[in-house]
T-cell receptor
């Protein structure tokens, strides 16, 4: 079953606001990934994190790999309407080959 | 540009029918994956393959099968479609090796009546 708890499940914000979402697990992951899915499309990789404590940015997006290796968060600053979509966290373990475990997703709605 | 293509994009069928969803990638990736996406469950792995003639079961493999006769294609077959298999299906591929990102197709929306 699902091993990643992603929250919140949905968010409704105003344009310009900052957004924060996170994923937690009861077990360790070696890599954390954040994907975004636009309506009618497949997920697209936003940020990959490979080391505990790592903080990585991609434009207005910032993600961190928790020091316990059991959590990660994604922040979006100064949201814009095109940020709308579903954001997924995914974890990878070295013992799992190339398989990923996905969170349930956070549905983000941005009101202009 | 290299890409991953799923077909059809939408399909409606009846229970008991055999259905095959196609996935074709032009990146020459060794690793390919099939997921289903349902509300409240995120993406769940159905089957995956690490190369030609290699197939493995994921966490929700019952009722599904795959075959890998070449590098580019990993078709997903529902032997006898059930209403519980109504879902959106995503194919992904990745290069072999550590920390290689998965690239996703745009999905197939399958409705089983």
């Amino acid at each position: 079953g699902q091993q990643l708890n992603q929250s919140p499940q949905s968010m409704f914000i105003q344009e310009g606001e900052d957004v924060s979402m996170n994923c937690t697990s009861s077990s360790i992951f070696n890599t954390w990934l954040w994907y975004k899915q636009d309506p009618g499309e497949g997920p697209v990789l936003l940020i990959a994190l490979y080391k505990a404590g790592e903080l990585t940015s991609n434009g207005r997006l910032t993600a961190q790999f928790g020091i316990t290796r059991k959590d990660s968060f994604l922040n979006i600053s100064a949201s814009i309407p095109s940020d709308v979509g579903i954001y997924f966290c995914a974890g990878h373990r070295w013992t799992s080959g190339s398989r990923l475990t996905f969170g349930e997703g956070t549905q983000l709605t941005v009101n202009p | 540009d290299a890409e991953i293509t799923q077909s059809p994009r939408h399909k409606i069928t009846e229970t008991g029918r055999q259905v095959t969803l196609a996935c074709h990638q032009t990146w020459n990736h060794n690793n390919m994956f099939w997921y289903r996406q349902d509300l409240g469950h995120g993406l769940r792995l159905i089957h995956y393959s690490y190369g030609v003639q290699d197939t493995n079961k994921g966490e929700v493999s019952d009722g599904y099968s795959v075959s890998r006769s070449n590098t580019e294609d990993l078709p997903l077959t529902l032997e006898s479609a059930a209403s519980s298999q109504t879902s959106v299906y995503f194919c992904a591929s990745a290069a072999a090796g550590e920390n290689q990102p998965q690239h996703f197709g745009d999905g197939t929306r399958l409705s089983i009546l």
